[in-house]
């Protein structure tokens, strides 16, 4: 196939995970892509419940429809004390994979502009003119790439930035007995042993026997799988069921850092998603910030002459994540000591806003006041000296 036979596409979007489809999404929301041409690629081909996303919000938003759950409020514990957290004017929101991956593609399969190939990506090559993008089976070239495709080796081959994985297994059962309240979900329980990690258990309850348990820690090394899934058992024999059934079950690892991955954009290859640094770097949350990031996005390629490499910008929250993961890098037992100080007397409001990135100084200080002084302050030297 000679270069004048490849087809060309105006996008191309290399993996169509989360951060690739609500772009696409909402650039055909926008009406000002039509005369563009759209290639999504992906080895996987989105036609399963692979994943729950959770985000809280106080509007509705375009992702209304597939809210599967809302919670008002969420419990959060440790082994000496337990809150419950009052979330208003915040819901908490329950979206299941597919329900999302059904809805984007519902809504953008009528766009004659935009194709979806499942193809696995083996080589991407800038040269100064386009992008050139082979597959298993294809070749394509393309103005501009918007990359999804995350390579581990560019955070973890370094030691400049702590990276930790929020790494989790969880069950969707069906207990015999009614031990979860519907009305509640649990953000974060310390009580189960720490053994000198990050370890909590997180429960999005749908019915008084129905419900999501994940086993989750914030550390540098994932377990075997059976330690997890142990951990389960006993906290669901603590709350008070034997007697159960596992619906399905689903695992993760999200890398926790805040290694600059946008360095790596290019005049015509934009790193976007986990890929592009979209996810939350102390929390592992990714669908508030990636929702936030493709609206700047779709904004941002609107205008005449942008600059792949100018879509980033760097902000204090960014060091404000640092410091927590070099804390939880170099002890990582203090993590339910500082996320219970900070939730024992906080003001769950302020603290949703804050990991939303939309407080002001006089505010940031107020949450930041609750958490330990001394780590905060060993942390800040280990990072600038």
């Given amino acids: 196939m000679n270069s004048s036979q490849i087809p060309h596409f105006d996008y191309i979007f290399t993996g169509t995970g989360l951060a690739s489809l609500m ?11 039509s005369d563009k041409s759209i290639l999504l690629l992906d080895q996987d081909s989105k036609k399963a419940n692979d994943r729950t996303w959770c985000f809280w919000e106080k509007e509705h938003s375009i992702w209304n429809p597939i809210i599967s759950k809302k919670w008002d409020s969420a419990l959060f514990a440790n082994e000496k004390f337990q809150r419950d957290l009052d979330l208003k004017p915040y819901s908490y929101n329950k979206i299941n994979g597919l329900d999302f991956y059904n809805f984007v593609f519902e809504g953008i399969s009528n766009q004659t502009n935009i194709t979806f190939l499942n193809e696995k990506v083996t080589d991407i090559n800038e040269l100064e003119t386009h992008v050139f993008v082979g597959t298993e089976g294809n070749r394509f070239t393309c103005k ?8 581990k080796a560019f955070a973890e081959n370094q030691n400049k930035y702590p990276v930790l994985q929020q790494h989790f297994v969880g069950w969707f059962v069906k207990t015999k007995e009614e031990i979860f309240n519907p009305e509640e979900v649990t953000f974060m329980d310390f009580s189960v042993e720490q053994k000198g ?12 026997t129905e419900a999501l348990v994940e086993y989750t820690l914030f550390s540098e090394k994932l377990l075997p799988k059976e330690e997890y899934e142990k951990a389960i058992e006993n906290y669901l024999k603590q709350l008070g069921s034997d007697d159960y059934k596992i619906l399905e ?16 954009n290019t005049k015509r290859v934009l790193n976007i998603g986990t890929a592009g640094g979209w ?11 990636s929702d936030k990031k493709s609206t700047e996005l779709v904004s941002f390629i609107q205008n005449e002459g ?12 960014w060091l404000y994540d640092l410091l927590l993961l ?10 339910s000591s500082i996320f219970s100080s900070l939730f024992r007397k906080g003001n769950p409001k302020l603290i949703f806003k804050f990991l939303d990135e ?9 949450v930041i006041m609750k958490c330990p002084k001394l780590p905060f302050l060993k942390a800040l030297f280990r990072v600038l000296f």
């Fill in 279 to 289: 996810t939350k770097a102390s929390t592992g949350y990714t669908f508030k910030n």
């Fill in 306 to 317: 942008f600059k792949m490499k100018d879509f980033h910008k760097k902000n204090r929250f």
């Fill in 249 to 264: 079950k689903e695992e993760g690892s999200i890398p926790m850092t805040s290694y600059p991955f946008w360095e790596k």
């Fill in 23 to 33: 772009t696409v999404y909402k650039m055909v929301l926008s009406g000002k892509f």
């Fill in 326 to 335: 070099d804390i939880l890098y170099h002890h990582n037992e203090l993590g």
């Fill in 144 to 151: 501009y790439l918007f990359n999804s495709i995350y390579t």
């Fill in 197 to 208: 990690n990050t370890r909590f258990m997180y429960v999005l309850p749908t019915s008084k």
């Fill in 358 to 366: 939309e407080t002001s100084l006089a505010e940031d200080f107020q």
